[in-house]
Protein backbone atom coordinates (compact mmCIF):
# COMPACT_ATOMS: atom_id res chain seq x y z
CA UNK A 1 0.00 0.00 0.00
CA UNK A 2 1.49 3.42 -0.93
CA UNK A 3 1.71 6.24 1.59
CA UNK A 4 -0.15 9.48 0.72
CA UNK A 5 1.70 12.60 0.40
CA UNK A 6 1.03 16.04 0.27
CA UNK A 7 3.25 18.69 -1.14
CA UNK A 8 2.97 22.27 0.20
CA UNK A 9 4.66 24.99 -1.68
CA UNK A 10 3.69 28.75 -2.88
CA UNK A 11 5.63 28.05 -6.20
CA UNK A 12 3.42 25.76 -8.94
CA UNK A 13 7.05 24.83 -10.34
CA UNK A 14 8.56 23.56 -7.24
CA UNK A 15 5.06 21.33 -6.83
CA UNK A 16 4.81 19.78 -10.04
CA UNK A 17 8.65 18.75 -9.86
CA UNK A 18 8.17 17.34 -6.50
CA UNK A 19 4.77 15.21 -7.95
CA UNK A 20 6.54 14.07 -10.81
CA UNK A 21 9.85 12.90 -9.11
CA UNK A 22 7.57 11.20 -6.65
CA UNK A 23 5.28 10.06 -8.79
CA UNK A 24 8.13 7.37 -10.43
CA UNK A 25 8.11 5.21 -6.76
CA UNK A 26 5.11 3.07 -6.77
CA UNK A 27 5.30 3.48 -2.63
CA UNK A 28 4.39 7.17 -2.64
CA UNK A 29 0.93 8.45 -3.89
CA UNK A 30 0.76 12.63 -3.93
CA UNK A 31 -2.27 12.53 -3.01
CA UNK A 32 -3.16 16.47 -2.54
CA UNK A 33 -0.73 19.76 -3.01
CA UNK A 34 -1.38 22.83 -1.60
CA UNK A 35 -0.03 26.38 -1.99
CA UNK A 36 -0.19 27.82 1.54
CA UNK A 37 -0.43 26.41 5.21
CA UNK A 38 -3.96 26.82 5.87
CA UNK A 39 -4.77 25.08 2.72
CA UNK A 40 -2.68 22.36 3.70
CA UNK A 41 -4.29 21.88 7.15
CA UNK A 42 -7.93 22.25 5.70
CA UNK A 43 -6.67 19.51 3.25
CA UNK A 44 -5.16 17.51 5.77
CA UNK A 45 -8.45 17.76 7.95
CA UNK A 46 -10.72 16.62 5.09
CA UNK A 47 -8.77 13.86 3.78
CA UNK A 48 -5.52 12.85 6.20
CA UNK A 49 -2.18 12.18 4.60
CA UNK A 50 0.95 9.71 5.99
CA UNK A 51 3.27 12.45 5.20
CA UNK A 52 3.34 16.39 3.76
CA UNK A 53 6.86 17.93 2.40
CA UNK A 54 6.06 21.51 3.63
CA UNK A 55 7.52 24.36 2.64
CA UNK A 56 8.14 26.93 5.42
CA UNK A 57 8.00 30.87 3.41
CA UNK A 58 4.80 30.92 2.25
CA UNK A 59 1.30 33.53 2.78
CA UNK A 60 -1.58 33.16 4.40
CA UNK A 61 0.08 30.86 7.14
CA UNK A 62 3.94 29.79 6.97
CA UNK A 63 5.15 26.15 7.11
CA UNK A 64 6.08 26.95 10.87
CA UNK A 65 2.72 27.48 12.08
CA UNK A 66 0.80 25.08 9.87
CA UNK A 67 3.25 22.16 11.32
CA UNK A 68 2.25 23.12 14.50
CA UNK A 69 -1.20 22.71 13.17
CA UNK A 70 -0.98 19.59 11.87
CA UNK A 71 1.01 17.68 14.25
CA UNK A 72 -2.00 18.96 16.88
CA UNK A 73 -4.32 16.98 14.70
CA UNK A 74 -6.03 13.79 15.76
CA UNK A 75 -4.14 12.03 12.53
CA UNK A 76 -0.85 13.90 12.50
CA UNK A 77 0.79 13.20 9.69
CA UNK A 78 5.09 12.93 9.89
CA UNK A 79 6.15 16.26 8.05
CA UNK A 80 9.81 17.48 6.26
CA UNK A 81 10.10 20.58 5.48
CA UNK A 82 11.86 21.89 2.57
CA UNK A 83 14.23 24.84 2.80
CA UNK A 84 16.85 26.60 0.73
CA UNK A 85 19.16 26.97 3.80
CA UNK A 86 20.76 24.16 6.27
CA UNK A 87 20.63 25.66 9.29
CA UNK A 88 18.26 28.99 9.22
CA UNK A 89 16.54 29.81 12.03
CA UNK A 90 13.05 28.88 10.29
CA UNK A 91 14.30 25.23 10.39
CA UNK A 92 14.63 25.72 14.08
CA UNK A 93 11.61 26.80 15.02
CA UNK A 94 10.07 24.31 12.66
CA UNK A 95 11.57 21.22 14.24
CA UNK A 96 10.67 22.33 17.84
CA UNK A 97 6.93 22.68 16.88
CA UNK A 98 7.44 18.45 15.86
CA UNK A 99 8.55 18.71 12.08
CA UNK A 100 10.43 14.96 11.66
CA UNK A 101 13.42 16.39 9.41
CA UNK A 102 13.99 18.53 6.80
CA UNK A 103 15.33 18.35 3.04
CA UNK A 104 17.05 21.28 1.16
CA UNK A 105 15.44 21.86 -2.15
CA UNK A 106 18.21 20.97 -4.42
CA UNK A 107 18.92 17.88 -2.53
CA UNK A 108 19.44 15.08 -5.14
CA UNK A 109 16.34 13.54 -5.95
CA UNK A 110 17.11 9.98 -4.95
CA UNK A 111 18.18 11.09 -1.23
CA UNK A 112 14.52 12.88 -1.44
CA UNK A 113 12.87 9.66 -1.49
CA UNK A 114 15.16 7.91 0.69
CA UNK A 115 14.76 10.52 3.22
CA UNK A 116 10.92 10.11 3.07
CA UNK A 117 10.69 6.75 3.54
CA UNK A 118 13.37 6.91 6.32
CA UNK A 119 10.31 9.10 8.16
CA UNK A 120 7.46 7.00 7.55
CA UNK A 121 9.25 4.03 8.91
CA UNK A 122 10.09 6.36 11.94
CA UNK A 123 13.87 6.29 11.09
CA UNK A 124 16.13 10.10 11.92
CA UNK A 125 15.60 12.08 9.62
CA UNK A 126 18.91 14.25 10.40
CA UNK A 127 22.40 13.25 9.89
CA UNK A 128 24.46 14.24 13.29
CA UNK A 129 26.62 17.06 12.11
CA UNK A 130 23.29 18.85 10.51
CA UNK A 131 21.78 18.04 14.62
CA UNK A 132 24.48 19.47 15.76
CA UNK A 133 24.95 22.73 14.05
CA UNK A 134 20.94 23.49 14.42
CA UNK A 135 21.57 22.78 18.12
CA UNK A 136 24.85 25.38 18.49
CA UNK A 137 22.05 27.98 16.89
CA UNK A 138 19.76 26.86 19.82
CA UNK A 139 22.46 27.63 22.28
CA UNK A 140 23.37 30.11 20.45
CA UNK A 141 20.10 31.87 20.10
CA UNK A 142 19.33 31.28 23.99
CA UNK A 143 16.77 28.78 23.29
CA UNK A 144 13.60 28.84 20.89
CA UNK A 145 10.20 29.71 21.95
CA UNK A 146 8.21 26.24 20.91
CA UNK A 147 6.70 22.96 22.66
CA UNK A 148 9.13 23.09 25.08
CA UNK A 149 7.51 23.74 28.77
CA UNK A 150 4.85 21.63 29.05
CA UNK A 151 7.31 18.22 27.54
CA UNK A 152 10.42 20.28 30.13
CA UNK A 153 7.76 18.78 33.29
CA UNK A 154 8.51 15.54 32.16
CA UNK A 155 12.21 14.99 32.76
CA UNK A 156 11.21 13.83 35.70
CA UNK A 157 10.11 10.91 34.33
CA UNK A 158 13.13 10.01 32.50
CA UNK A 159 15.57 7.33 33.92
CA UNK A 160 19.62 8.55 35.10
CA UNK A 161 20.63 6.68 32.28
CA UNK A 162 18.15 7.77 29.60
CA UNK A 163 18.89 11.23 31.26
CA UNK A 164 22.51 10.81 30.51
CA UNK A 165 21.34 10.01 27.01
CA UNK A 166 19.34 13.44 26.50
CA UNK A 167 22.15 14.93 27.59
CA UNK A 168 24.35 13.73 25.23
CA UNK A 169 21.91 14.42 22.30
CA UNK A 170 21.56 17.90 23.84
CA UNK A 171 25.63 18.45 22.63
CA UNK A 172 24.61 17.11 19.51
CA UNK A 173 26.42 13.56 19.74
CA UNK A 174 25.36 10.65 17.11
CA UNK A 175 24.33 7.51 18.81
CA UNK A 176 27.86 5.87 18.27
CA UNK A 177 29.72 8.78 20.36
CA UNK A 178 26.68 8.61 23.37
CA UNK A 179 27.31 4.53 22.83
CA UNK A 180 31.05 4.99 23.03
CA UNK A 181 30.54 7.65 26.16
CA UNK A 182 28.24 5.70 28.15
CA UNK A 183 29.64 2.55 27.22
CA UNK A 184 26.68 1.10 26.00
CA UNK A 185 25.72 -0.75 22.33
CA UNK A 186 24.31 1.30 19.74
CA UNK A 187 21.24 -0.46 20.19
CA UNK A 188 20.77 0.02 23.46
CA UNK A 189 21.13 3.55 22.53
CA UNK A 190 18.67 3.75 19.93
CA UNK A 191 16.15 2.17 22.29
CA UNK A 192 17.12 4.56 25.18
CA UNK A 193 16.33 7.28 22.80
CA UNK A 194 13.42 5.68 21.48
CA UNK A 195 12.17 6.00 25.18
CA UNK A 196 13.26 9.59 25.96
CA UNK A 197 11.05 11.01 22.56
CA UNK A 198 8.07 9.05 24.37
CA UNK A 199 8.39 10.12 27.67
CA UNK A 200 9.38 13.83 26.40
CA UNK A 201 6.65 13.79 23.38
CA UNK A 202 9.45 14.84 21.31
CA UNK A 203 10.11 13.52 17.29
CA UNK A 204 13.54 14.86 17.00
CA UNK A 205 16.84 15.28 18.48
CA UNK A 206 16.69 19.10 18.26
CA UNK A 207 13.25 18.98 20.69
CA UNK A 208 15.37 17.50 23.11
CA UNK A 209 18.63 19.94 22.73
CA UNK A 210 15.60 22.62 23.14
CA UNK A 211 14.31 20.90 26.54
CA UNK A 212 17.30 20.29 27.98
CA UNK A 213 18.80 23.18 27.49
CA UNK A 214 16.03 25.31 28.54
CA UNK A 215 16.00 23.19 31.98
CA UNK A 216 19.73 23.92 31.85
CA UNK A 217 20.66 20.11 31.90
CA UNK A 218 22.77 20.39 29.27
Known amino acids: MSAHIMIVDDDPLVRSGLRLLLGGDPELDVAAEASNGQEAVDRHRAEPVDMVLMDLRMPVMDGIAATASLKATERPPSVIVLT??????????????????????????????????NVLRGEPALSPSVTAALIKQVVHNGGVAGRSSPERASLG???????????????????AEIAEQLYMSVATVKAHISHIFGKLGTSNRVQVAIIMHDADLA
Not at 89 to 105: C, H, P, T
Open 84 to 117: TFDADDYVVRALAVGADGFLLKDTAPQDIVAAIK
Open 157 to 175: SLTEREREVAVCLAKGASN
